[in-house]
């Protein structure tokens, strides 16, 4: 949300930010214990505008200033404030989703993730009540504020918790501008969720693995235990001042143990019903109970379980959503709204979006490796998010840097978003429905293929570290550079005016190591010719039929690839296949039903399967198969 924006609700109260949806942002979190492949997911949708260009960059690494002091880069802001990280002498480099610099509004990162594998989501703006404004007020421009939370943090933060210390003594020293907010800040050990109470007062809890949370513009931390200093931590004054300015609400369970409860003392009770929407269809999308109850002043807890083992393209899915979830469902979300709600309803998924991300953390890898920014640079609900390894990049493709305020076809931005425009103006819902399964299946696409890329920079990492960089940056750029062209090709094909067809096929997109490689040795050397290797590709494999038979062994049926001289088998009790977890059986063409042996009872394996063929003396890999898991129980 913009300074103006922010000017509006400090005169006017949150009402002002109700009363214009557009402005409003949602972020969502899901602990490892709820996820398919044990990693954390959180992140949200930035809504401003459905035309107000956003780009990704890498802020390089740079000397911190003799006189230790860090200031905004544009010079936007007024906030200058120490490097409070003493023990580094350069910044560290990291990426930054920001706005077009010709905005003139500040940096506004959104989303970014630095070279020491710290990441950060920010921010949902929240605003707090009046009587909370009046206790505390906001400090004005030399306080930090929603500009600057990602670029004054990742540039110094080593850790997680010291990002959120970093944060709490900016606000203890130099107050907030004009704003309530939420913050995620994250490594490869732990999510931290920072909430801006009021001028001086704040609350960070660590995120729990066994819950998930869905988080629109407002407070939403209830008790909390400000002695439990490993799992929160609190400005000094957070019961005193409210206390003093007569706002301070006891924690609602085990006010004995509990000091106060944050939401109901900086917020007030219930939620606007843009924001009730939210979060009534993000946990029905999640959990598939209709939880109406939100609408009530009574309640309190955003935490819940979801009834399925999440996926990145379920919360990819529910970024996107304009609650078709219901309509499927045959439920009229209308009905369980309240009379005095807004007369309409609040989408997650809206046109506004335009930037929406997750950013999944997998405990297991090295901290370089662990995050992945899944970045859509539009509305989810028709553009898709692509895999970054951010804390391995040195440079994006050309179009996801480009600035452009206005329109140009050669903005990753703009390619985006004008097929959503064309949909939310000129299209009927089988079209809609239509697109936005094709980039569910494409995002779906990557989520396989990111298993085997997975392998191969751990392979990287172990073996040729001084290489791994520059490979995370090749593939980042081949995958951006692809998705850009599929959504350029989309488009044509969708408003051509013929029936669609579907022409366009992210099966010709390559999410893979070896052709990002490829690809940027060919762009160097500008090359137009085509290995022998490339072409002899075999197909990739699917696996039909996967089972436990007795004596601890696994019994796998999959579809013979044509051409193919042979077959590898990848089998590990790691879901990422991690090296020394993992072993990988050769085996000939001529049976395509397999048996592994001598596994470990009572363990759950994952395993995958790809193709190849002989070149010469070279043996020329396909693209591994869906992963599939089975435990072994005989």
Same mark, same amino acid.
Request: some cysteine; charged content about 25%.
């Given at each position: 949300?913009k300074?103006?924006?922010?000017s ?14 557009a ?32 780009v990704l ?6 000397e ?17 404030a120490?490097?409070y ?8 480099s ?5 706005d ?8 506004f ?8 594998g ?6 949902t703006t ?24 990602v ?9 997680a918790?010291?990002?959120v210390e970093?944060?709490a003594?900016a ?5 907030v ?13 732990e999510?931290?969720?920072?909430e ?15 819950k998930?949370a ?13 002695d439990?200093?490993e799992?929160?931590?609190?400005s000094e ?19 004995e143990?509990?000091d106060?409860?944050?939401?109901l003392?900086?917020?007030g ?6 924001n009730a ?8 999308i ?7 109850d939100?609408y ?6 955003i ?11 379920k919360?990819y899915?529910l ?24 007369s309409?309803i609040?989408?997650i998924?809206?046109a506004a ?17 662990a ?8 509305s ?14 040195t440079?994006?493709a ?5 600035e452009?305020p206005?329109?140009t ?11 959503g ?6 299209a009927?819902?089988?079209?809609k429905?239509a ?21 191969q920079?751990l392979?990287?990492?172990y ?12 593939l980042?750029?081949?995958?951006g550079?692809?998705?850009v ?16 067809k ?7 997109v390559?999410?893979?190591v070896?052709d990002?490689?490829?690809?940027s ?7 137009t010719?085509?290995?022998?290797? &490339?072409?002899? #590709?075999?197909?990739?494999v +699917?696996i039909?039929?996967? !089972? %436990?038979v007795?004596?601890r =062994?696994i019994?796998? @049926?999959f579809?013979?690839?044509s051409?193919?001289t ?11 296949? &991690?090296?020394? #977890?993992t072993?990988v059986? +050769?085996?000939?063409?001529? !049976? %395509?039903?397999?048996?592994? =042996?001598?596994?470990? @009872?009572?363990?759950t ?7 190849y ?13 869906k992963v599939k ?6």
């Amino acid at each position: 949300m913009k300074k103006l924006m922010m000017s509006l609700l400090a005169a006017f109260g949150l009402c002002v930010l109700i009363g214009v949806p557009a402005s409003a942002c949602t972020s969502y979190y899901v602990g490892s214990d709820l996820t398919e492949d044990g990693s954390v997911m959180f992140g949200r949708n930035e809504d401003i505008s459905s035309a107000y260009d956003k780009v990704l960059q890498v802020i390089e690494s740079q000397e911190i200033p003799e006189d230790g002091m860090w200031v905004d880069e544009k010079g936007y802001t007024e906030f200058t404030a120490p490097y409070y990280n003493t023990s580094i002498t350069k910044t560290y480099s990291y990426t930054a989703c920001r706005d077009a610099e010709e905005y003139g509004d500040g940096l506004f990162g959104e989303i970014g993730v630095n070279e020491m594998g710290v990441a950060m989501s920010a921010t949902t703006t929240a605003g707090n009540s009046e009587e909370a404004e009046a206790a505390d007020p906001f400090t004005g421009s030399t306080g930090i504020s929603e500009e600057n939370y990602v670029d004054y943090i990742l540039c110094q933060a080593s850790t997680a918790r010291q990002g959120v210390e970093i944060l709490a003594q900016a606000i203890d020293d130099y107050g907030v501008w004009y704003t309530a907010d939420g913050v995620f800040i994250s490594d490869n050990t732990e999510v931290w969720y920072f909430e801006i109470l009021s001028g001086h007062q704040y609350c960070a809890i660590r995120m729990p693995d066994d819950k998930a949370a869905l988080i629109p513009n407002c407070l939403v931390i209830g008790d909390a235990d400000l002695d439990d200093t490993e799992n929160v931590i609190a400005s000094e004054g957070i019961v005193t001042v409210a206390q003093e300015g007569d706002i301070y609400v006891e924690a609602q369970e085990n006010p004995e143990v509990n000091d106060i409860n944050v939401k109901l003392t900086y917020a007030g009770e219930g939620y606007s019903s843009a924001n009730a929407d939210r979060i009534r269809a993000g946990q029905y999308i999640l959990t598939g109970v209709d939880n109406t109850d939100i609408y009530t002043d009574a309640y309190q807890d955003i935490f819940f379980v979801p009834s399925e083992k999440v996926t990145i393209e379920k919360l990819y899915q529910l970024a996107g959503s304009q609650y078709e979830e219901y309509t499927e469902a045959g439920i009229d979300f209308t009905e369980a709204r309240p009379e005095t709600a807004s007369s309409s309803i609040r989408y997650i998924g809206v046109a506004a979006s335009y930037e929406c991300h997750i950013i999944q953390i997998r405990k297991d890898m090295p901290a370089e490796l662990a995050t992945v920014e899944w970045l859509s640079l539009s509305s989810a609900a028709y553009a898709p998010m692509v895999p970054f390894y951010g804390a391995l990049l040195t440079d994006v493709a050309d179009s996801y840097k480009e600035e452009a305020p206005d329109y140009t076809d050669t903005s990753a931005y703009w390619t985006y978003q004008k097929l959503g425009k064309y949909l939310r103006s000129d299209a009927d819902d089988t079209l809609k429905k239509a697109v936005k399964s094709f980039y569910q299946g494409y995002v779906s696409k990557l989520v396989d293929d990111q298993v085997s890329v997975d392998e191969q920079l751990l392979d990287i990492y172990y073996n040729d570290p001084t290489s791994l960089s520059q490979t995370a940056t090749d593939l980042g750029i081949s995958i951006g550079t692809q998705t850009v062209a599929l959504a350029q090709d989309l488009y044509e094909e969708v408003t051509s005016g013929t029936a669609l067809k579907f022409e366009t096929s992210y099966d010709d997109v390559t999410y893979a190591v070896e052709d990002s490689q490829a690809d940027s040795t060919t762009a160097a050397s500008g090359s137009t010719e085509t290995s022998a290797a &490339t072409t002899a #590709k075999p197909a990739k494999v +699917t696996i039909k039929k996967i !089972k %436990n038979v007795k004596n601890r =062994k696994i019994q796998i @049926k999959f579809k013979k690839v044509s051409g193919a001289t042979g077959y590898e088998i990848a089998y590990s009790i790691n879901v990422n296949f &991690t090296k020394k #977890k993992t072993t990988v059986k +050769t085996v000939s063409s001529s !049976k %395509n039903v397999r048996t592994l =042996k001598s596994l470990k @009872k009572g363990k759950t394996y994952y395993v995958k399967v790809r193709a190849y063929k002989k070149v010469g003396n070279t043996k020329v890999y396909g693209s591994w198969s869906k992963v599939k898991v089975v435990k072994v129980t005989k």
